[in-house]
């Protein structure tokens, strides 16, 4: 261990090794963002968003850890948490387009990435962005590894193009 002495204090810098506790949550974390992303068939550029569902699914389930076998966020909030929104990571779901005419196709397709406070993050399949929505209809059942290799790669290489051309790192940017 190392050890600094400034004046009568002594400071101790831990290293990651003895920081056991958060080290193992990272590794869960990043087991479970390899796991949601292999069972979607959905490639490494969306670890971001597969790693923040982890982390919401982490804080919704219970622990032994906390009395009464509680979950994290029912500890941070003294609510329990609602089961009935989640859905299956990589599903495909359909979105309510955010403008349009009485005429245009009452819903859009798009791939489900995970949760923000009052809605889900989705990828638009029509336009090829991520968009923060509050109403889905999610087919838990069918995931993007589902979709026929021409749709699927005809979408995931659309998106790559929008990263490029916006500059955007890690295809990070979102529309409401």
């Excluded at 290293?15 to 292999?38: V, W, Y």
């Excluded at 819903?107 to 489900?112: D, E, G, N, P, T």
Aim: aromatic share 10%; glycine share 4%; with cysteine.
């Amino acid at each position: 261990m190392v050890q600094f002495y400034t004046n009568q204090f002594v400071i101790r810098v831990l290293k990651s090794a003895q920081n056991g506790i958060a080290e193992r949550m990272n590794r869960t974390i990043m087991d479970q963002t390899r796991a949601l992303l292999d069972n979607a068939g959905l490639p490494d550029i969306f670890w971001n968003y597969a790693a923040m569902t982890a982390v919401y699914i982490i804080n919704c389930s219970p622990t032994r850890a906390l009395q009464g076998n509680m979950s994290p966020l029912e500890a941070f909030t003294g609510q329990k948490p609602n089961y009935k929104n989640l859905h299956v990571f990589g599903c495909i779901c359909h979105s309510k387009p955010k403008v349009g005419t009485k005429l245009d196709t009452y819903s859009q397709k798009c791939i489900f990435l995970g949760y923000i406070p009052n809605g889900y993050r989705v990828l638009n399949l029509v336009n090829f962005r991520i968009q923060l929505v509050r109403d889905v209809v999610c087919e838990d059942t069918v995931l993007c590894k589902d979709l026929p290799n021409n749709e699927k790669q005809s979408a995931l290489l659309n998106f790559k193009k929008h990263c490029a051309s916006k500059k955007y790192h890690n295809c990070v940017w979102l529309t409401t």
